[in-house]
């Protein structure tokens, strides 16, 4: 295994339930942090846990082009390179289509498709600079086997998908590696404007699910873990 001390690493989504148990834990291993998310308040109280400076800290709606570009601009102020990107952001609109607007689908798609997009556009480059890195996105089950409802959401995660797929191709030449991790259920926020019946008390714990993407930080130079599928064990549907 990798060890990730010292790593330079960008999680965005910090603010969400995944994101932030995924900065602990990563600060616990002594990385070297850097985290955005769009919520200021409870990004700083996250940086003040973990005794981040202000240099490493940055909110942002990611799906805004000039604000990604900022981003950009402040993560290489504070750091030399990135070795990992974790993008941990992105919403969640779960709805039948009669009750699906415009607004609902390209909300979906700007935030979960054209986000990760600008991500990559502007962290890349500085793997491709040293030929190596890693980049590991979070697509969800919905991103590989739809349900009703998902409509939006699929659509915007399978895009992911296939995005990432084609990017995978034009870096062989590298030692850049793709990850994407396939969750089902995570309790977490995400939940909480989801007008649908859930159990929550069955899905996956946010803590665990972080440690899932703790893991996959420290993937084995000679190897890469192209996909990971974690669900609930009573949803066992792929």
Partial sequence: MESIKGKQILVTGATG??????????AAGGA??????RNPEKLNALAAELHLSSAQVFSTDLSDPAQVSALGQRYFAAFSGIDILVNASGVGIIRPIEQLSETDLMQSLQSNLMAPFLLVKTFLPAMKEVKKGLIINIPGVLGKVPMAGAAAYSASKYGLVGMMQSIREEL???EIRITNIFMGGVDSPFWDTIDLRVQRDKMIQAEEAARA????????VSGVVSEMVLQPFNHQAI
């Fill in 17 to 26: 339930g995944i994101g932030a148990q995924t900065a602990r834990l990563l």
């Fill in 32 to 37: 070297r942090l850097f985290i955005t998310g």
């Fill in 172 to 174: 062989k030449r590298t």
């Fill in 213 to 220: 993407i703790w893991f996959l930080c420290q993937q084995p």
